[in-house]
């Protein structure tokens, strides 16, 4: 029995856009969905009952980061994630896969998993496919990932041949090692921007059998146009019945046209960091609030936002909060930004199961400057 059930509730007719439910034990998610990325426990610069408000349904957590610090030990002792961070709404942990192969240098591939020195103190680390399950299940979230191998981009052919093969091997030793009943596990495809590669990944990892599934190896540089390529063939290899997953993107338009593919579940870093850094989304396009032009500008960031922030500042209230260094500068952007992707999410769902996803995704486009 899996920990989670999924079901499409609505299909959209002109594209593979699709509404649907993901139960957990923690809870059940309406898709599509975007995920606020919690590195450390934490989504930054939001409180748990702010991200509630704001209609967060599931948060990610970083596998790496809480291994490092404070450790999966002493999160298992403080009663798990949800305890710990005080959310009582479904989380996800990625593997850690891509925090340690970005440490380059610093870690050293084989069969048996990844050496790597931790980026805080130099410390000599290792992990394999069995020890990142046993972290994510210490750490007690409701969604694990297997520990794949992320390739760098661009890479030789044979490269990532020999890399997914590794990742589809190391795939099957998470599943065995997996004990944990409560926990769902995602295998995650890869193969670079190959087609072949792409259903090769793909088809090893649904006859191993999973949960749900993810694509990864992707908003590594490419162009917009060939991650939507990469998309567009590799999410119709994935099962209907299970949640698909794509790692990492996180552009509005991004969004839009992985759910037009059929892309269930959502995350990145992109609304909360540039938030800290002055960048807002809004219905019209990006607001670099820093602009000299809103030094007295009354109108709020989004005339048609709804949340918070919209309702009671002005963009030349939060560009001197910005300017000034002011911590609610961060508290303010993120929360804005995280509304705007929130909201998109249930704008997309409400259109999908109406009937009308292709005129709501016109419309995205149509406002935007």
């Known amino acids: 029995m899996s920990a989670i059930d999924f079901k499409v509730i609505a299909q959209d007719a002109a594209s593979a856009a699709r509404h649907g439910s993901l139960t957990t034990p923690h809870g059940t998610i309406e898709t599509p969905i975007f995920m606020p990325v919690g590195t450390q426990a934490t989504v930054k610069a939001m409180t748990p009952d702010e991200l509630r408000e704001i209609g967060a349904q599931i948060i990610l957590a970083n ?24 959310w009582s709404g479904p989380i996800l942990t990625d593997s850690g896969g891509f925090q340690v192969f970005s440490l380059g240098e610093l870690r050293k591939i084989s069969e048996e998993g990844v050496k790597f ?92 059998g999973f949960d749900g599934y993810a694509l990864g190896g992707l908003s590594v540089g490419e162009e917009k146009e060939l991650m939507y390529e990469v998309m567009e063939y590799a999410i119709p290899l994935l099962p209907l019945a299970k949640p698909r997953y794509v790692m990492g993107i996180g552009a509005p338009e991004d969004l839009i046209e992985g759910i037009w593919r059929g892309v269930d579940m959502f995350d990145c870093v992109m609304p909360t ?97």
Not at 63 to 69: C, S
Not at 125 to 139: K, N, R, Y
Request: charged content about 25%; aromatic content about 10%.
């Open 117 to 208: 020195k931790s980026h805080l103190d130099g410390s000599a680390h290792f992990i394999t496919p069995e020890s990142a399950i046993a972290i994510q299940e210490a750490l007690g979230s409701d969604i694990i990932m297997c520990f794949d191998e992320c390739p760098p981009y661009p890479a030789e052919h044979e490269y990532l041949r020999r890399s997914l093969e590794l990742t589809s091997r190391w795939a099957r030793r998470c599943k065995e090692a997996k004990k944990r009943d409560d926990q769902a596990l995602f295998g995650i495809v890869q193969g670079g921007m190959h087609r072949d590669l792409r259903e090769q990944s793909a088809q090893e990892l649904v006859e191993i």
């Open 273 to 369: 960091r540039n938030a800290r850094n002055g960048m807002l989304f809004t219905s019209f396009g990006r607001v670099n609030i820093k602009g000299a032009q809103y030094a007295e500008d009354r109108l709020p960031i989004d005339p048609e936002c709804s949340c918070y922030v919209c309702k009671n500042y002005s963009r030349a209230y939060l560009r001197h909060l910005y300017r000034s260094g002011e911590i609610l500068a961060s508290r303010l952007n993120t929360y804005h930004n995280l509304h705007y992707y929130l909201a998109l999410m249930a704008g997309a769902r409400v259109a999908i199961k109406d009937g009308r996803f292709s005129q709501f995704r016109q419309e995205f486009y149509a406002k935007r400057q």
């Open 63 to 86: 596998t790496y980061h809480l291994y490092i610090r404070p450790g999966h030990e002493l999160v298992a002792r403080m009663g798990g994630l949800h305890e710990f961070m005080n």
